[in-house]
């Protein structure tokens, strides 16, 4: 019996296949899942259905989580295609990467409003709408995070105040919905080569530094952050919900690494 056999599950946030929303998609699809992805617009359209046709995924839904009106479309079409969703992955982050360098203060208000809005308040605004489709058997809704939300990051900035504010929102998202059982939690990976990784600068250095200084000595890989996902959204995990979770080699225990 495979993990999520007979489970329906909403993926947002792919960019290319070394995206961890791809890696957990095509997991879950392993595990079982018949899965709906999204894509923001049309730039993308084409790239997220060659990938969805690899799991036999063909529902490819348009959702611009900039535009409330986008959310309600998508869950209404989803209503339309299925009568439950088990899971939803929250993969969406987004800020100018101009502003991502340099000194926090100089951020724009313009930018931080896009940042947090993109970043953070998507999680509850798909929350919200994902509710009557996971209101018989409850369900797990998971989002993406990472340490530099905790502590400080070079070149995170702005970015990083918007993982904090979704690990909070996490926190209350789950009391607000664990009386439905629907469980909530984000998980917070190591470093790793994707495309929102490339955008901040010198993550080389913060690559090699995390792979030196963790405990298990290396950063980690796609597979492992998927296998974990995984574990967040079957019933292996029914009894946890408003928990960061961190698949990063133990680097978020470390305060002062070894010489």
Not at 44 to 71: H, M, P, Q
Not at 114 to 139: C, P, R, V, W, Y
Not at 181 to 199: H, W
Request: net charge positive.
């Amino acid at each position: 019996m495979k993990l999520l056999e007979g489970k329906k599950g909403l993926v947002m946030g792919i960019a290319n296949e070394r995206s961890i929303a791809w890696g957990i998609a095509n997991e879950a699809y392993n595990q079982g899942a018949e899965l709906c992805l999204t894509y923001q617009n049309d730039i993308f359209k084409e790239r997220i259905s060659k990938l969805g046709k690899t799991i036999n995924c063909y529902n490819i839904l348009e959702c611009d989580v900039e535009k409330i009106a986008d959310i309600k479309k998508l869950f209404r079409s989803l209503k339309t295609r299925w009568n439950k969703i088990d899971f939803i992955i929250h993969a969406l982050a987004f800020s100018d990467k101009n502003e991502l360098k340099g000194n926090f203060y100089n951020t724009s208000k313009s930018n931080f409003r896009k940042t947090l809005l993109i970043s953070t308040f998507s999680l509850t605004e798909i929350t919200k709408e994902a509710q009557d489709l996971m209101s018989d058997n409850g369900g797990s809704i998971l989002t993406l995070s990472y340490i530099g939300g905790n502590r400080t990051t070079p070149n995170y900035n702005v970015m990083g105040v918007a993982k904090s504010a979704l690990e909070a929102s996490v926190r209350y998202l789950s009391v607000d919905l664990g009386k439905k059982n629907i469980r909530v939690n984000s998980l917070s990976s190591g470093p790793m080569r994707t495309l929102a990784g490339s955008a901040i600068t010198g993550a080389r250095h913060i690559f090699r530094h995390s792979e030196k200084n963790s405990p298990l000595e290396k950063n980690p890989s796609l597979i492992e952050v998927s296998k974990s996902a995984i574990y967040l959204i079957s019933d292996l995990s029914s009894g946890v919900t408003g928990e960061n979770h961190f698949v990063d080699g133990g680097y978020n225990i470390t305060a002062i690494p070894k010489e």
